[in-house]
């Protein structure tokens, strides 16, 4: 039973730190671009230039926010500001949702691992006492082994838990904040947007 609980923590482990690295280099990412081309937008004069400069980033949330825009007014015969305001939060929040996803998984982890791990050290002592009581002598050196075998699965248990906790959180926040640049510029694109039609 203990090597299958640590066989069980392995796993979450492994996939916890398949998300860590994952995320890392998604929301890096994210985050450069966005830069980037939040630099280009504050330089730009003209619609066209945006349109040109946004093909460079398109790793960017923002990006596709603008993309959504461009054809949401390409399809329209007269511009309608709430419409073009509608299909961007629209695609806001589908970025987020997208750089959310298996954040679920790492928190899953960080919950249920160290119970995951208690469980194989509880399960383990019982199987050390259930032994010493049928040993012929009670010494601390005949059940000893077994309790120090059963508390590695509690060790494991929080070694899977602590990265996929700090990792989460991380990951959070830095969502968080490019979903709060999304906002913000989405709200800058209209006025852009407004100034362009001389609306």
Same mark, same amino acid.
Do not use: C
């Given at each position: 039973?203990?090597?299958? %609980?640590?066989?069980? @923590?392995?796993?979450?482990? =492994?996939?916890?730190?398949?998300?860590?690295?994952?995320k890392?280099?998604?929301?890096?990412?994210a985050?450069?671009?966005?830069?980037?081309?939040?630099?280009?937008?504050?330089?730009?004069?003209?619609?066209? &230039?945006?349109?040109?400069?946004?093909?460079?980033f398109?790793?960017? !949330?923002? %990006?596709?926010?603008? *993309?959504?825009?461009?054809? &949401? $007014?390409?399809?329209?015969?007269?511009?309608?500001?709430?419409? %073009?305001?509608? %299909? $961007?939060?629209?695609?806001a929040?589908?970025?987020?949702?997208?750089?959310?996803?298996?954040?679920?998984w790492?928190?899953?982890?960080?919950?249920?691992?160290?119970?995951?791990?208690?469980?194989?050290?509880?399960?383990?002592?019982?199987?050390?006492? *259930?032994?010493?009581? *049928?040993?012929?002598?009670?010494?601390?050196?005949?059940?000893?082994?077994?309790?120090? &075998?059963?508390?590695?699965?509690? /060790?494991?248990? =929080?070694?899977?838990?602590? !990265? /996929?906790?700090l990792?989460?959180?991380?990951?959070?926040?830095?969502?968080?904040? @490019?979903?709060?640049? $999304?906002?913000?510029?989405?709200l800058?694109?209209?006025?852009?947007?407004?100034?362009e039609?001389?609306?």
């Amino acid at each position: 039973i203990a090597k299958f %609980v640590l066989l069980i @923590l392995l796993l979450f482990s =492994i996939a916890s730190w398949a998300i860590i690295f994952t995320k890392e280099r998604a929301t890096k990412l994210a985050q450069q671009k966005s830069a980037q081309f939040l630099q280009l937008f504050d330089q730009a004069t003209r619609w066209a &230039e945006l349109h040109t400069g946004s093909v460079n980033f398109k790793d960017s !949330p923002l %990006v596709a926010i603008f *993309q959504a825009a461009n054809d &949401e $007014m390409q399809k329209q015969r007269q511009l309608n500001l709430d419409a %073009v305001q509608r %299909v $961007m939060q629209s695609v806001a929040i589908r970025e987020t949702t997208k750089l959310e996803q298996s954040l679920g998984w790492l928190a899953s982890t960080a919950s249920a691992a160290p119970f995951i791990g208690l469980f194989g050290t509880v399960v383990g002592i019982i199987i050390a006492f *259930q032994g010493l009581s *049928q040993a012929s002598t009670a010494s601390i050196q005949a059940v000893a082994p077994g309790i120090a &075998e059963a508390l590695i699965a509690t /060790a494991a248990g =929080i070694a899977a838990a602590v !990265p /996929a906790v700090l990792a989460y959180n991380h990951y959070l926040n830095r969502i968080k904040l @490019l979903a709060a640049e $999304m906002d913000s510029f989405t709200l800058r694109l209209l006025n852009f947007i407004e100034r362009e039609s001389g609306q």
